[in-house]
């Protein structure tokens, strides 16, 4: 079952900061972070593979709450190139073997 | 020195045609995957193989036969081209089961 992101999409200026969530309703071994700009290729951010575990890459976070089976990436002091559409992708405890069922994505626009 | 490479990027085609999709990755990874995203960039995972063997075989019609003549190589064939496969295949392989890179994707219209 496809995981839930919130919100769809998100305006901000730069050097705001933006949350994004992703909820399953399946209980999960590991959450993965991708950004994928228009026209281009989906590109690995971050994974999460414990629960509770928390992992930072520059001005990004991303959180795991393993019991809650939510995961949330941070974006903090927004640019310009953060703008894409990010999507969640979730491997669940059960069925691993690198199956990422992924959220249906947040569109992320920054402004000047 | 691409990492993952597809060809073609693109490919128009008319319905009921039989047109195959190749997928190249030079970072010695064992797994490789196929990805349809949709025109509302639904991304779904469609085959793995790990090691020339087929892992993950998800619900998808018949038409669509992977290959993997070795752990480099994944194509995707598809046979009888119906409206609804037009979308972006996006071929990616991981190291094992961990991050995945993506290919450039394969935009696909059926006309």
């Known amino acids: 079952q496809q995981p839930v992101q919130s919100p769809q999409a998100v305006i901000l200026r730069e050097g705001e900061d933006a949350v994004i969530n992703c909820s399953s309703s399946?209980?999960?071994?590991?959450v993965h972070w991708y950004r994928q700009k228009h026209g281009e290729a989906p590109v690995f951010l971050m994974i999460l593979l414990k629960g509770g575990e928390q992992k930072g890459h520059d001005k990004i976070s991303a959180s795991f709450n393993e019991k809650k089976q939510q995961s949330s990436l941070y974006l903090t002091a927004s640019q310009l190139s953060y703008s894409g559409t990010y999507f969640c992708g979730t491997e669940p405890r059960y069925n691993q073997g690198g199956k990422l069922i992924f959220g249906q994505g947040t569109e992320l626009s920054v402004k000047p | 020195d691409t990492a993952v490479s597809q060809t073609p990027k693109y490919l128009v085609t008319q319905m009921g045609n039989d047109k195959s999709i190749k997928c190249e990755q030079n970072?010695?990874?064992?797994?490789m995957y196929w990805y349809k995203q949709d025109s509302k960039k639904f991304l779904k995972i469609m085959f793995s193989?790990?090691?020339?063997?087929?892992?993950i075989n998800e619900t998808v019609p018949n038409r669509f036969s992977p290959k993997s003549p070795d752990k480099a190589h994944l194509n995707l064939h598809i046979n009888s081209l119906e409206l609804g496969d037009s979308a972006v295949y996006f071929c990616a392989s991981s190291p094992s089961a961990t991050e995945q890179f993506f290919g450039p994707g394969t935009r696909l219209t059926v006309l």
């Open positions: 970072l010695g990874h064992d797994t």
């Open positions: 193989y790990n090691n020339k063997e087929l892992i």
């Open positions: 399946k209980a999960l071994y590991s």
